[in-house]
């Protein structure tokens, strides 16, 4: 069975095709970020126009690299949130569209839920159950995954999400967007020492007792940190690796609580944030020192794309999850809380 996949939550345009038989054929994203730089964020309505100009050339490049013909298509799968509503209504029109033209299946998706399946993409995949930290943009989550569709929520962020975070200290000193790659380089250079940093940020919740999240305190200390003094680029530097530190530090002590309360040693990480080198190291030997292992996606795999959501929407028409014909009447979600995905 192949099944297209088709993005357009946010600011990436992505279109994949996956055969449940013989895996990826072909995958294809277009990034906005050179579009929405000169505004410092994704500004909605360019975000739709720009999915609009794309979706047709990605669908013609990825059938290509497929050698396949848009008859070969057996089911289409397309984010229907959360995200952007303007742009998701771009990405549910174009593929319940082509659905009935081509005579087959479309079937929603949860964003989520396919950054949360993406590591089992790859050769060597996790098993269920697993534990799943789930860090982008928008969400900072940490999962219990029993099987395809069943998700407990464990914790969450109370109020920043740490790729927001991210985002928000680095215009705080003065970075380019995206702000999450460029503080993360930044950091690259700065002191981590303890001993020796000039800088000691707050950890949030680090030793709160439960799961749950919260940056945007963090947030605030960096920028009581930036105004006490005129900053040099190695006081950035500094600063930036802090934040990194603090952030990274918080997340893998809570994944790993969530992995001993569940007593699974298995870890899978999803979402941009996913892909940051500093929380991976963490990651792998906190883990490491419990006996467990850590998942991630490829890193092509972390940002949002297509392949996530034909694999996504392929487990779930395997599993008999085939939706009722529309007959042209579908809805977006851009609010959709994955634990009430069902």
């Not at 720009?50 to 089911?75: F, Q, S």
């Not at 959360?82 to 549910?92: S, Y």
């Not at 839920?113 to 060597?124: F, N, R, T, V, W």
């Not at 680090?206 to 920028?223: I, N, R, Y």
Request: a neutral charge; proline letters at 5%.
């Amino acid at each position: 069975m192949k099944v297209l996949g088709i993005e357009s939550s946010c600011d990436e345009t992505g279109v994949a095709l996956y055969d449940t038989e013989r895996g990826l054929l072909g995958h294809a994203v277009h990034t906005q970020v050179a579009m929405h730089e000169a505004y410092g964020g994704v500004v909605p309505e360019l975000a739709s126009r720009d999915h609009i100009r794309r979706l047709i050339p990605l669908l013609e490049r990825v059938l290509a690299e497929a050698a396949c013909t848009r008859r070969d298509i057996d089911a289409i799968a397309y984010t229907a949130g959360p995200g952007l509503a303007g742009a998701l209504l771009v990405g549910a029109s174009f593929a319940e569209a082509l659905a009935m033209a081509l005579g087959i299946p479309a079937l929603p998706v949860h964003h989520l839920e396919g950054h949360l399946l993406s590591p089992l993409l790859a050769d060597d995949a996790p098993v269920f159950p697993f534990i799943a930290l789930l860090v982008s943009g928008g969400h900072t989550q940490l999962m219990r995954v029993t099987r395809v569709g069943d998700y407990q929520l464990l914790g969450e962020s109370l109020d920043d999400a740490a790729g927001e975070a991210f985002d928000k200290t680095a215009k705080l000193l003065g970075l380019g967007y995206p702000g999450g790659p460029a503080l993360a380089k930044l950091a690259e250079t700065g002191n981590i020492d303890p001993k020796t940093s000039r800088y000691k940020l707050p950890r949030p919740m680090l030793h709160s007792g439960d799961l749950s999240f919260s940056f945007s305190g963090l947030k605030t200390a960096v920028l009581t940190a930036a105004r006490a003094r005129e900053l040099t680029d190695a006081d950035r530097a500094d600063l930036a690796a802090e934040f990194q530190e603090a952030v990274t530090e918080v997340l893998a002590a809570k994944a790993v609580a969530a992995c001993r309360q569940h007593r699974l040693s298995s870890l899978v990480v999803a979402g941009g944030v996913g892909a940051n080198r500093r929380l991976r190291q963490r990651l792998d030997r906190a883990m490491a020192k419990i006996g467990g292992r850590v998942f991630y996606p490829a890193l092509e795999l972390c940002t949002d794309n297509g392949a996530m959501i034909a694999f996504a929407g392929s487990q779930r028409l395997l599993q008999g999850d085939v939706p009722a014909a529309t007959k042209g009447a579908f809805a977006v979600r851009p609010r959709w809380p994955l634990d009430r995905l069902n």
